[in-house]
């Protein structure tokens, strides 16, 4: 096993252990999905989006998830608040900029949490990761234009203008800090099919840099393991129903030993 | 295959090849559900609500699907602004009256979307549509009062009287826009039985309006394969819980060709 | 059968006879898994928060459920205008004080509600019930620090305090007025891995009480029948998706007669 599967296996062991609680301020629609993914895995998540409360809450919790997909003027709010106090704490946030670069508010709320509150790990798909920068491109929605490949050569450049962890998922996610570069081939081709499953991979990786300092390294067995999920579905469901619902069975199942044999991760 | 089959085939055919951008503002119950099932069938769905962002988002969507399932004023003036700007593109309106006629804001709202945009079909059961005109009476919660076969005299005569196209959703559809009668016999009497039901079938006629200008004829084939996918989830499942697995399945799985033989259309 | 146990057959003989309405004000992540529940066993779930609407739907339902799972400003001054219109009409209210004990706003708000309105049952975990008197403890999250079996004898004289009735889950269930005291020993250990399973529990015990007037047998009966289906449903699943679909399809299947064999109640 070489050091990221180790390092897998050890993130996995600790979360289980440890039980970290996750302060998610996310979208209406994947709440209910995110906190069974995290419940699934051994996590606690709570959702707190209060002005009047949420800093109380990240406060007390081990990561922050930030997730813009139905954004409004007092979530925003709330996220700046809540972004603010983790900050300060020193408590990791992940941000999900979903649609990001398909409307103004939401490119702009993206940006404005990049520069007001310190980002571990940013997560989204080729489109909305190079939304974040100028010279990003419109998104259709939360489809991808782009490929990850496409996206490689500038997502190191990017990481180290917004000083970042990305990880950008697609085929093939990649994670980088703008110096390192790790791979994860871990997935299924009906992730995409079920909504949330991108949402969900980011709270996922709040819930690995709840235990894990190095963004690269939670980011990346955050997705592996994640992925891992998708892969075991999908050999039991054939179709996006029974999938989600085999998809949440193997987030419950699968043990720290099997992520380190199966996970599929590659660095430089 | 006669007219109607055809048109269901080759409805099915262009979202399937088309994937068109489907805008929801819908209630906070069902928005998974809804997205699960426009995922599923081959649309992409986008969530969006806020004053601020509604108009950009519905000005690069196919369809707008407005729903006041859990209303509020603030949703409602977004409704307001995403309804009109879709109606001054062009851009297909489908409207769900959910609880219209339980409550005084949900009958003023509906009617208020009604007047102030321009609706292409309002799908609803038959309390809520009847709700909406003046002789309207009163439901109970989001439940029934009167069967299909009550409101079909009165169904002709409101579409013409509100101009738009209604469908009545029962035991068996009823859509029409005033001159034009269809009866879509697809369905499971579980569908009731899931919440949401309704509001899928809602923005699966949104989806079938993205690709077909007719609303009498999108309304309906949509209908039908929503119906059907609700056939094949219960030859699968005898109780809610695995028969909304099974429906998510169905929608996935259903091909135009089957589609095309097994929906149940009969017009005038 | 004891007399429990007869209560518990005719309690769901009734809900399934009357298909009582259900007003829930909850939170955003267990809407979509309330409103299933409710119409699995046989209820009629309606959402709404609306300042200007709660009246009216309050006025209208057989029983309001008010849930601090996601709050905010207007969410909290909905819950009380709806409770308030409850307590005014007689209509029993079941609080359920997610995360009290957590942050200032929750404990408040729930003790804000408590005071302002006449709450027929309180269902929380031990921590929860215990934030909700003056020598309450600080909570993890939606978590339980203290075991059912510590909150025991202070249960019965904080009853007497709030003047309600309180069910407090855990492993096992405990029903108190302030003088009878009913355990409840139907559930399964999966329950609290699936998000709003505590919730769920909330809106049963709802549906209970409107049908039985006694918040006693009235919760104890519902947590009964509620861990019942975890039962069954843990007999067909051994994982979390698996076992949430399960679980929907038990609260349809299980007959007033089978919870009569089934339930297990004490009291004294």
Not at 150 to 161: D, N, S
């Amino acid at each position: 096993m070489d050091n990221l599967a180790a390092k897998a296996v050890e993130n996995l062991e600790n979360i289980k252990k440890n039980k970290p609680l996750i302060h998610n301020i996310t979208n209406y629609v994947v709440m209910n999905f995110t906190a069974n993914v995290l419940l699934a895995m051994g996590a606690s998540p709570v959702m707190a989006h209060a002005g009047n409360e949420v800093s109380e809450m990240a406060a007390i919790a081990s990561a922050l998830v930030l997730n813009i997909g139905t954004l409004s003027d007092p979530w925003i709010a709330a996220m700046m608040t809540a972004g603010r106090k983790a900050t300060e704490l020193g408590t990791p946030i992940v941000l999900d900029p979903v649609g990001s670069g398909a409307t103004t508010l939401r490119t702009s709320t993206a940006r404005a949490i990049i520069e007001q509150t310190r980002t571990s790990v940013i997560r989204g798909n080729a489109s909305e990761i190079l939304s974040l920068s100028d010279a990003g491109a419109r998104t259709k929605g939360v489809d991808t234009l782009h490929s990850v490949d496409e996206a490689a050569e500038t997502a190191k450049e990017l990481a180290r203008a917004l000083n970042t962890t990305l990880a950008i998922t697609g085929a093939v996610d990649l994670v980088t800090d703008g110096v390192r570069v790790v791979r994860v081939a871990n997935g299924h081709p009906l992730m995409p099919v079920i909504t949330g499953s991108g949402c969900a991979a980011t709270a996922v990786v709040g819930a690995f840099l709840a235990v894990d300092k190095n963004p690269v390294t939670a980011a990346a067995t955050a997705l592996a393991f994640f992925g891992l999920a998708g892969e075991k579905a999908g050999a039991r469901a054939a179709a996006p129903g029974s999938f989600q619902v085999a998809l949440l069975d193997a987030l419950y199942t699968i043990t720290p030993e099997e992520l380190g044999q199966k996970c599929r991760l590659s660095g430089d």
